[in-house]
């Protein structure tokens, strides 16, 4: 690694060179979720948008779908795992606080010994790590940067929790950053509002779970993912405008210029708001992924491009918007040219 950061030189322009995603096999239907929440099909659809989820079994961790999502991006941007100089992977599923997941991804995928490290910034997290790689790059500590985005969220979500059951999914997407001879990554507009670590938070620490152990034993209620649904919708659907406007704005673009636009995938409604809000052109492509996925947090943004590039609703070099917002509250947004996928 030292002899490879010896002849790295800053880039001016960064750019996504190749994308990969993984979906797990399984397929659950919202019948499959309603039962334990009193809930049925009609009514997840109408609130969230979502008609179905994956989640992983068996072998299918966040190490393995991390590893083969990174896989499919150096294989769609011709870039050798040697080649690599850092790995970025954003999650807030991983469930060991140390190690991080993401050394054990480079060396499953044969990069040697590249920094690698996690990246918790909720659902915004892999917009986080684009800037974070995209920097790197610019600044010459690393030519070539993987940002990974994965989620196991179906084992942190309790199945009996009405606000959360039926919005969650696991995946991983993820990408090769690198050095452009224009513009591919446009500055990230990003942000935190810790007034509001509430609205969407684990519910209790682990160190209020194991003194619960003591006293209860097998009776204790492990940590769950909660969120207050109805503030974080009013929050995001509302307040997000500006921050989409100054992300389009920082890469020389007007809303109407963009030919498409990759949201978080949190909600359907609140997906349509903001782009009725930022009045796109009709041809922009807009992604909605949550349709087939539900909410994979920071696994987010690239299963939803991966997604608009598959079914041909955008091509690679278009001018995307990219825009997230999670647990914190954190936010990040970044214009980009849309990679090449396979």
């Known amino acids: 690694m030292a002899a490879r950061l010896a002849h790295i030189t800053g880039s001016e322009h960064t750019a996504l060179l190749g994308l990969g995603a993984y979906r797990p096999q399984r397929i659950v239907t919202n019948d499959e979720v309603a039962g334990p929440i009193d809930s049925s099909d009609e009514w997840i659809r109408t609130r969230s948008g979502i008609h179905t989820r994956r989640f992983a079994t068996g072998s299918e961790t966040v190490v393995t779908m991390a ?8 294989r769609s941007a011709q870039v050798a795992a040697e080649q690599i100089d850092c790995v970025v992977l954003a999650t807030s599923t991983w469930p060991l606080l140390t190690p991080a997941a993401a050394p054990q991804v480079a060396t499953a995928l044969g990069m040697g010994h590249p920094p690698a490290f996690d990246l918790a910034a909720g659902c915004a997290g892999f917009c986080h790590g684009l800037a974070v790689a995209s920097d790197l790059i610019k600044g010459g500590t690393a030519r070539h940067v993987v940002v990974i985005g994965v989620e196991l969220l179906s084992a942190t979500v309790n199945p009996a929790d009405r606000a959360t059951a039926f919005l969650f999914g696991d995946g991983a997407g993820a990408v090769v950053v690198g050095p452009a001879n224009e513009p591919g990554i446009g500055p990230t507009v990003w942000g935190s509002d810790g007034t509001q670590h509430h609205a969407i938070r684990q519910d209790k620490n682990w160190v209020e779970f194991f003194a619960e152990f003591d006293e209860r034993g097998a009776d204790a209620v492990r940590p769950w993912l909660a969120m207050e649904g109805t503030a974080v919708f009013r929050w995001a659907a509302h307040s997000l405008k500006q921050v989409c406007l100054d992300a389009i704005g920082a890469a020389g673009l007007v809303p109407g210029d963009l030919e498409a636009m990759i949201p978080h995938q949190a909600n359907g409604r609140i997906i349509e708001i903001m782009a009725r809000e930022l009045d796109l052109s009709p041809s922009c492509a807009l992604a909605h992924d ?48 849309l990679p090449n996928w396979q």
């Open 67 to 74: 590893t083969e999502a990174a896989r499919g991006a150096l």
């Open 290 to 337: 949550i349709e087939d996925s539900g909410n994979t947090s920071a696994a987010s943004i690239p299963l939803a491009m991966e997604a608009l590039l598959r079914k041909g609703d955008a091509k690679p070099g278009a001018d995307a918007l990219l825009v997230a917002f999670g647990a914190g509250l954190s936010w990040a947004a970044q214009v980009v040219k």
